[in-house]
């Protein structure tokens, strides 16, 4: 018993002090659930550039837009910046390493009101290897274009998610 409890005793412990904290599921109820209608009913604008219609395409992925019913509750505005940069430079004076970031300020318009109920950023970046191939640097600067706009809309769609749950405050 000793040893059962020696073992188990922690993760007991740890279960029953979770149960009582009050986490709930966010997609409990699954795609019929109350969070999964509201993000169905989220309308992307179109977003300027490539990486915007990656940014964009990702969000609708994920929230399913695109099988929406009805006329849509909410518009999604995002503005993003995308840089690129070169650092480390090297003894014959080109660049080692270029650091490409990709910003996204975003609004969630009710369009019942035309008021923003959510106003926030969200952004990630990359660090890319320059070589001596400039094919290979191009496609590495458009992979990490491809992941940090996939990383920016899961953030999105989370923070979009949480304030239709209603647990963020503005």
């Known amino acids: 018993m000793k040893r059962f409890l020696r073992l188990f005793g922690p993760a007991l412990l740890g279960a029953s002090l979770l149960a009582g904290c009050g986490l709930q599921p966010m997609y409990a109820g699954g795609g019929s659930g109350a969070v999964a209608r509201g993000l169905t009913g989220v309308q992307v604008a179109a977003i300027e550039g490539r990486a915007g219609w990656l940014v964009r395409n990702a969000i609708v992925d994920q929230i399913g837009s695109d099988r929406a019913e009805g006329a849509p509750r909410y518009r999604l505005d995002i503005r993003l910046d995308d840089k690129l940069e070169g650092f480390a430079l090297l003894s014959d004076d080109t660049i080692g390493r270029e650091r490409r970031t990709l910003r996204a ?5 009710d369009l019942s009101s035309n008021e923003i109920v959510l106003d926030a950023t969200a952004g990630s970046d990359a660090g890319i290897d320059v070589v001596s ?7 590495g600067e ?6 940090m706009s996939k990383d920016v809309a ?3 769609v989370t923070a979009v998610a949480l304030r239709l749950r209603g647990d963020t405050k503005q």
Do not use: H, M, P
Request: aromatic share 10%.
């Open 105 to 109: 300020r975003y609004q969630l318009v």
């Open 133 to 139: 191939s400039d094919y290979a640097t191009i496609a």
């Open 142 to 147: 458009q992979t990490a274009l491809e992941n």
């Open 154 to 156: 899961s953030r999105i």
